[in-house]
């Protein structure tokens, strides 16, 4: 139980024989750090990277599957299997409200055909 606390102060508490590497000096989220002994037997600091996100379904605002979470800067330079789905609107909308949205579309167009032949039989 008093190693489980320490690693918990040590995970909230900074070490007092180790200094920042970088400029930035509060515990912001890209502050984030983890202490590590060098091959030479000193404490470092290695900084965390922040964890990358899912894209949401821009109607329903769900995570999209099958799409790798990153960073933008990653993203850049992964291969486009990994950043979209092979279908149509892939990695922007979730195949549920793409369903709704082709289903519609159809709709409407056959509404429109059903206007045209009523305003046709309307003329006759």
């Known amino acids: ?3 489980s606390f320490r690693l918990l102060i040590s995970e ?3 070490h007092p024989r180790l200094t920042y590497r970088r400029r930035l000096s509060y515990n912001t989220t890209s502050n984030q750090r ?3 002994k060098t091959p030479g037997g000193k404490l470092v ?3 965390k990277k ?3 996100s899912l894209p949401k379904c821009g109607w329903c605002k769900e995570q999209l599957r099958g799409i790798k ?3 933008p800067k990653e993203r850049s330079r992964m291969s486009k299997r990994l950043k979209t789905v092979t279908r149509a609107y892939g990695g922007v909308m979730c195949p549920g409200c793409l369903k709704e949205r082709i ?3 159809f709709l409407m167009e056959e509404q429109k055909i059903v206007n045209k032949v009523l305003k046709a039989n309307a003329a006759a």
């Open 45 to 47: 600091y290695l900084y």
């Open 69 to 71: 979470p990153s960073r």
């Open 12 to 14: 909230i508490m900074p």
């Open 1 to 3: 139980s008093t190693l």
């Open 50 to 52: 922040k964890k990358g």
């Open 103 to 105: 289903l519609r579309a």
């Open 34 to 36: 983890r202490v590590v």
